[in-house]
């Protein structure tokens, strides 16, 4: 099964760029890689997914290189409100073996 | 809003106690997951349901039983728990995977219920 890991915390400036990697060093051929964000009392909301290259949407990017072995989350232009814990999952076969990373806790400083 | 709902939000038991969660689901979802969270440790599955039938069962005590009647619902049935069983319990849903496809689709979290148990 693939094993996630995450930085445990990161601290940015509001207005910044913020990236977080996550290492996935056995990631299978069929995983895809899903982020999540995380506010107290709330429970994880989808960010962002892919599985190769590079994926935007209108929050977010994600960064993952030809070997897939890490993705990186790229937040532009963070504010207060980005101040909150992100998940990596990798999801690990059709058997529902779900590998959630430990998260990162993202403080946003003014 | 996530359009899955848990109660109770807040939750004490004895360890002698019997009491069960209640998750909901509005979106027309067929997978419901049950998951653990523990302070400083990473999400822990604990069972899944796709179209009514339980497919994953990762090793979770017996004193956890989960049940779910429809596709609507799902249920988390505590008995003779255990301090550290004392955790956020949270409830997702998603559209199960056809064929053989990985397991990719969004998950859908409620709010959770936070369970102390003296």
């Known amino acids: 099964l693939a094993k996630t890991t995450q930085p445990i915390s990161m601290d940015s400036y509001e207005g910044q760029e913020v990236n977080i990697t996550c290492s996935h060093n056995?990631?299978?051929?069929?995983?895809?890689i899903t982020w999540y964000q995380q506010f107290p009392s709330q429970g994880p909301r989808f960010i962002i997914q892919g599985y190769k290259t590079k994926v935007t949407n209108e929050v977010a990017s994600l960064f993952i290189p030809a070997d897939r072995k890490s993705s990186t989350l790229s937040l532009p232009r963070v504010s207060l409100s980005d101040t909150a814990v992100y998940y990596c999952?990798?999801?690990?076969?059709?058997?529902?073996?779900?590998?959630w990373g430990a998260g990162t806790k993202l403080i946003i400083k003014p | 809003e996530t359009g899955v709902t848990q109660t109770p939000r807040h939750l004490v038991m004895g360890m002698t106690n019997k009491k069960s969660l209640k998750c909901e689901q509005h979106?027309?979802?067929?997978?419901m997951y049950w998951y653990k969270q523990s302070a400083k440790k990473p999400l822990e599955l604990m069972f899944v349901y796709s179209l009514e039938e339980r497919v994953e069962n990762n090793s979770v005590p017996s004193r956890f039983s989960p049940e779910c009647p429809n596709s609507s619902h799902l249920f988390l049935h505590l008995h003779t728990l255990q301090p550290e069983d004392s955790a956020l319990y949270l409830c997702a849903s998603s559209q199960a995977p056809s064929g053989g496809a990985a397991v990719a689709d969004t998950q859908y979290f409620g709010p959770g219920t936070r369970l102390t148990v003296l």
């Open positions: 999952l990798v999801a690990a076969d059709s058997n529902y073996q779900l590998i």
């Open positions: 979106l027309g979802h067929n997978a």
């Open positions: 056995n990631i299978a051929t069929n995983d895809y």
